[in-house]
């Protein structure tokens, strides 16, 4: 019996009353994947490390203003940001591969995603991340199993 993921059994039950995706539709999802993953890494890994250089200036002045701990949703999304990132890179090859390790790093960032949503009160992000993002992530699991 395989492993199941944190949530994943209540997940699946969740996602198993969407409507299904045609089998073209999930081969498609399942090709570009990887490739979606890595461009994902690379901009992701990009926007951290520009993100860090102009977040750190926006502390500063907002404290030259008054506006003591006002940028900490700031950094929590931008360290959601780079662990995302690093998660996507890491996914490249067994996605590549249909691993089943690939899934569950796509499965992690999606989780990451909704944390990082949650903990910065996006519940607009939070609610289109999960119906959307869930909903592609279980329909393409049996591929990955």
Same mark, same amino acid.
């Given at each position: 019996m395989e492993q199941q993921l944190p949530l994943e059994k209540e997940l699946r039950d969740v996602f198993a009353n969407f409507p299904a995706f045609p089998?073209?539709?999930?081969?498609?999802?399942? /090709?570009?994947?990887? $490739?979606?993953?890595?461009? &994902?890494?690379?901009?992701g890994i990009l926007g951290f490390l520009s993100l860090v250089g102009i977040g750190s200036f926006v502390s500063?002045?907002?404290?030259?203003?008054?506006?003591?701990?006002? /940028?900490?949703?700031? $950094?929590?999304?931008?360290? &959601?940001l780079g662990i995302a990132s690093v998660i996507y890179l890491l996914a490249f090859s067994p996605l590549r591969a249909r691993r089943k390790r690939g899934w569950d790093l796509m499965y992690y960032a999606f989780l990451l995603n909704l944390v990082i949503n949650?903990?910065?009160f996006s519940?607009?992000?939070?609610?289109i991340s999960f119906l959307i993002g869930g909903w592609i992530l279980f329909q393409v699991r049996p591929k990955y199993i």
């Open positions: 089998e073209s539709l999930i081969e498609l999802l399942v /090709t570009i994947a990887p $490739w979606g993953a890595l461009i &994902g890494a690379i901009f500063v002045a907002s404290i030259g203003m008054g506006a003591y701990g006002s /940028t900490w949703k700031m $950094w929590v999304s931008i360290l &959601g949650a903990i910065t519940i607009f992000g939070l609610i």
